[in-house]
Every structure is written in C-alpha cells, then in structure tokens.
C-alpha cells in the first residue's frame, strides 16, 4: 500500500545518477559544506543564499529527485519552518527582525534540501560506513542504524492503529473527535514503541550485549 | 541412572512487579539433545519460563538453602554467570522484529558473535555458515524491513545460530509463518544438533520436532511425558484449555 507520507527508504544500490556515482566521502563531506556554508553566509549577502539555495536544487535534479517527491517533503518541513520563522518578528521589536527570519528560512531550506539529497544519493549503509571510517561515537552511529530500522516498523505500527479506528469509524465523527482520537492514536503508538523498547532490549541482551556497541569492518 | 540435565529448573517461582505470580514451584530437568515442547493455555507462563533460561527477568531470589532456581549445563543462571550462560542458550523471540534491530541482515547476524568477542574474520565465517544454514545466503545486505515474515525468522534464526548455542529456546517460533515457512522452519530445526525447548500453539508442529511435551496452566507443570501420549490424552488436553490434534485422535 502507498502512502504519500511514508518514512523514505533513501538511496538503494540500483540507483544511478551523476550524483550516486560521487564517492561516498564526498557526498557526506559536501552536503556537510553546503550547511555550513549557508550558515555562515552574512546577512547582508543574501544573494549568495540564493544562488546556495539554486545549486541545492540543481543537484537535486542531477541526482534524479522528482518535483514531487520534493513537493511532498516541502509541505511537511515548511509550515513548520514558517510558523518558527515568524516567532523572531513576533517577540523582537528591532528592525532587523524581518531580516533575520527570511534568513532563517533561506539556510534553513537549503541545509534541508541538502539533506534531501544525501539521502537520495547515498545508501544508508554506506553512510554508517563513512560514519565509522570518520570516527564518529559509535553510539550515535548505532542510534542512526536503529533509527533506520525502526521507523518504518513503528510506521506499520501506525496505519494498523489508523485502520483499526478506520473500520470502526463509520464516518461520522466530527472534527474534534478525530483529532481526540488521533492523539491517542499518538498516545497508544508510544506506549506500544516502549514496549518494543523493552523486548528489543532482551533480544539484545540474549544475545550477550553488555552496554558496548561493536560493529564489523566496513573493509571486510 | 539419570542422564545429566543441561536445563535444570529447583522449584522456580515468578512473581511479576505488578503482583502476578506467573510461575509456582516449576522443576525439571531437560537432557543434553532432548527437544521438549512447553505447551498451554495463553497467559499460562509459557514464555516467562523460557525468558529465565535465558536470565532475562530478573533473578528470582535465591532459594533459602542457598541454590539459584535455573541451571544451564550445571551453571546458575544469575548476574555473575549470564554471559556464559547466554553464549550457551540461544533465545529466539516470537516476533523477528523485536529481534531484528540493526539496519542490514549482515549486521544483525554478527551482532551476537561480536559480543562473544570473537576476532572479525571469525565473525564474518559464522555469519555465513548462520545464513547458509537457514537458507538466506544471499540477503546479506538488505534490509530486514524488505524481507517476509518467514525470511525475517530465519535471519532471527541465523543470529541464533551465529552464536552457536548447544541450547535453543523458541518462542511461538511458528506464529504468523504460511505453511511453507513452517515446513521450513521444521526442516532447520530438526537439523540442529542441540537441545531445543519450544513454547508453542502449534501441536502438529510438537508431533514433528518434539519427543518429550510439559503442559503448563496456571504457573504450574500439570503434566509431562512423551510427546504422543500426553498430546493424545483428552482428559489432559481438555481440563489445561487444548485440544487433542487431528492426527493423534482416535489412538
């Protein structure tokens, strides 16, 4: 079953482009240098942002990203970035105010666009591997990994708990109650991702784990 | 003579944090390459005794003469002896995705044999031999998301495997699998040399594999013998909540 807002499984082995075929070093290391450098363009130079904000999305096309795809990632990230955006205006009275949130929303679209395109282009395997040749803490690294694994299971998780109440709704609920419902939806999804927690815990443990987190070499 | 017992339970009791004694008094002892099914009614206790085999409740206390209840191989299941105790005794979990936590089938299966300790290419050799056996040798680097249920067991089953257990505990190790990942699941584990102790609702699965059976209900062993004659008693099967399987009726 599609679903428009389903966890993205990012970049797969079979997926070639200009972009895939950078080494892996690269693309973490210029998607790195693209958020940095947004975030440290002045103010003043906006233009600059901008032409950031144009080689963000010509990279994006390089890599084979569609309009849609972006489109639909964009409607999630950028009512939130807005209503954030607005909060400098609303409590500093200084003149630069204005300034300062088309700022924020500049660098912050174009380090989430960049973002986008490291996930396009880069499989998640291949990027715990440059984590690790980077020395990176390996618990952040194996935070990442159960992440990855996690959300689509807690995600299936969900659209069980959204069918459920689905079949018993019968279309009649109004407004308030279906967003009563869904917040205990969020509610329920929680205690039950908890509760994974716990057995994912013992699996772990039966497996002989003693709080440190080895891995295997990538070279191997 | 008595054989020497491998899995040994002294009198365990269990009591849950929220007052529920889940397990009263339970003993046996299971020989070295016996399979013995652990059958009963849901909420029986099936599946806590099978977590202390593996030490992952917290210890029940200490008997007053001084004995820990659980045994594996003659060794205390409590803190000082559970990783010992765990390199000895594989736990296979009912659902592969508590079970299945890292991003890659490569990376879940060497997670045991890291933890032993073992150098990489040793790891490495038994991530293969553990995915040869369940028959999933090309799936190294997917992701568990993307395989069946069925394929997700038998990775869970490889990890097991790549730790190299002489004890296999399994959880509703059927649960949720089609009849062909069933028969699958019977032909791997009959060919597993150790000792297996299986929790499960699928008693024509228990006729194929087990040749011993402990009804469990209530906390308690209410019976315990070979596998076809306690399966086929109707009194038994009826007075703990279970039904006599088609192929034994009429016996």
Same mark, same amino acid.
């Given at each position: 079953?599609?679903?428009?807002? %389903? &966890?993205? @499984?990012?970049?797969?082995?079979?997926?070639? %482009?200009?972009?895939?075929?950078? &080494? @892996?070093?690269?693309?973490?290391?210029?998607?790195?240098?693209?958020?940095?450098?947004?975030?440290?363009?002045?103010?003043?130079?906006?233009?600059?942002?901008?032409?950031?904000?144009?080689?963000?999305?010509?990279? *994006?096309?390089?890599?084979?990203?569609?309009?849609?795809?972006?489109? #639909?990632?964009?409607?999630?990230?950028?009512? @939130?970035? +807005?209503? +954030?955006?607005?909060?400098? &205006?609303?409590?500093?009275?200084?003149? =630069?105010?204005?300034?300062?949130?088309? %700022?924020?929303?500049?660098?912050?679209?174009?380090? +989430?666009?960049?973002?986008?395109?490291?996930?396009?282009?880069?499989?998640?395997?291949?990027? =715990?591997?440059?984590?690790?040749?980077?020395?990176?803490?390996?618990?952040?690294?194996?935070?990442?990994?159960?992440?990855?694994?996690?959300?689509?299971?807690?995600?299936?998780?969900? #659209? #069980? *708990?959204?069918?459920?109440?689905?079949?018993?709704?019968?279309?009649?609920?109004?407004? /308030?109650?279906? /967003?009563?419902?869904?917040?205990?939806?969020?509610?329920?999804?929680? *205690?039950?991702?908890?509760?994974?927690?716990?057995?994912?815990?013992?699996?772990? *443990? @039966?497996?002989?784990?003693?709080?440190?987190?080895?891995?295997?070499?990538?070279?191997? | 003579?008595?054989?020497?017992?491998?899995?040994?339970?002294?009198?365990?009791?269990?009591?849950?944090?929220?007052?529920?004694?889940?397990?009263?008094?339970?003993?046996?002892?299971?020989?070295?390459?016996?399979?013995?099914?652990?059958?009963? $009614?849901?909420?029986?206790?099936?599946?806590?005794?099978?977590?202390?085999?593996?030490?992952?409740?917290?210890?029940?206390?200490?008997?007053?003469?001084?004995?820990?209840?659980?045994?594996?191989?003659?060794?205390?299941?409590?803190?000082?002896?559970?990783?010992?105790?765990?390199?000895?005794?594989?736990?296979?979990?009912?659902? $592969?995705?508590?079970?299945?936590?890292?991003?890659?089938?490569?990376?879940?299966?060497?997670?045991?044999?890291?933890?032993?300790?073992?150098?990489?290419?040793?790891?490495?050799?038994?991530?293969?031999?553990?995915?040869?056996?369940?028959?999933?040798?090309?799936?190294?680097?997917?992701?568990?998301?993307?395989?069946?249920?069925?394929?997700?067991?038998?990775?869970?089953?490889?990890?097991?495997?790549?730790?190299? $257990?002489?004890?296999?505990?399994?959880?509703?190790?059927?649960?949720?699998?089609?009849?062909?990942?069933?028969?699958?699941?019977?032909?791997?584990?009959?060919?597993?040399?150790?000792?297996?102790?299986?929790?499960?609702?699928?008693?024509?699965?228990?006729?194929?594999?087990?040749?011993?059976?402990?009804?469990?209900?209530?906390?308690?062993?209410?019976?315990?013998?070979?596998?076809?004659?306690?399966?086929?008693?109707?009194?038994?099967?009826?007075?703990?909540?279970?039904?006599? $399987?088609?192929?034994?009726?009429?016996?």
């Amino acid at each position: 079953m599609s679903d428009s807002c %389903s &966890p993205d @499984a990012g970049a797969t082995a079979s997926d070639t %482009s200009l972009c895939h075929g950078l &080494p @892996a070093d690269a693309k973490l290391s210029l998607t790195l240098l693209v958020v940095v450098v947004s975030g440290l363009i002045p103010l003043e130079h906006w233009p600059a942002q901008g032409l950031l904000l144009v080689a963000v999305f010509m990279a *994006l096309s390089l890599a084979g990203v569609t309009v849609r795809y972006l489109a #639909r990632r964009l409607a999630l990230f950028l009512p @939130a970035l +807005f209503v +954030f955006g607005l909060s400098i &205006p609303v409590a500093s009275a200084e003149g =630069l105010a204005w300034n300062w949130t088309l %700022s924020l929303w500049l660098r912050c679209t174009v380090s +989430f666009l960049a973002g986008l395109w490291l996930i396009h282009v880069l499989p998640l395997r291949e990027l =715990l591997s440059v984590l690790r040749r980077w020395h990176c803490p390996v618990v952040l690294i194996a935070m990442i990994g159960f992440m990855y694994r996690y959300v689509f299971i807690l995600w299936d998780e969900l #659209r #069980r *708990l959204r069918s459920a109440r689905d079949a018993r709704d019968f279309g009649g609920a109004s407004t /308030w109650r279906e /967003w009563t419902i869904s917040a205990q939806l969020i509610g329920l999804l929680l *205690l039950r991702a908890m509760e994974r927690a716990e057995r994912t815990h013992r699996a772990m *443990l @039966a497996r002989g784990w003693d709080g440190s987190i080895r891995s295997l070499d990538d070279d191997r | 003579m008595t054989e020497p017992a491998i899995l040994e339970l002294r009198c365990l009791s269990f009591r849950y944090p929220n007052g529920r004694l889940a397990l009263r008094d339970i003993s046996c002892r299971v020989a070295s390459r016996e399979r013995v099914a652990v059958v009963g $009614p849901s909420g029986a206790g099936k599946s806590t005794l099978l977590m202390h085999c593996n030490g992952l409740l917290p210890s029940p206390p200490v008997q007053q003469d001084g004995e820990a209840q659980v045994f594996v191989n003659g060794i205390a299941v409590t803190k000082p002896h559970l990783r010992e105790t765990r390199r000895q005794v594989g736990f296979l979990f009912q659902d $592969p995705d508590d079970q299945l936590f890292c991003p890659t089938v490569r990376d879940d299966v060497a997670f045991g044999p890291l933890n032993l300790g073992l150098d990489q290419h040793e790891v490495l050799a038994r991530v293969e031999r553990g995915l040869a056996s369940v028959g999933m040798s090309g799936f190294t680097a997917r992701n568990p998301a993307e395989l069946s249920t069925g394929e997700r067991k038998r990775v869970c089953l490889a990890g097991v495997f790549a730790c190299e $257990p002489s004890v296999l505990v399994l959880d509703e190790p059927t649960s949720n699998l089609d009849p062909r990942a069933r028969r699958q699941l019977l032909t791997i584990l009959r060919a597993f040399a150790g000792t297996l102790l299986v929790a499960t609702h699928d008693l024509d699965f228990v006729i194929d594999l087990c040749d011993r059976v402990l009804v469990l209900d209530d906390g308690q062993v209410q019976a315990d013998g070979p596998t076809e004659r306690i399966l086929s008693d109707p009194l038994i099967m009826d007075r703990h909540g279970l039904e006599v $399987p088609w192929r034994l009726r009429g016996r």
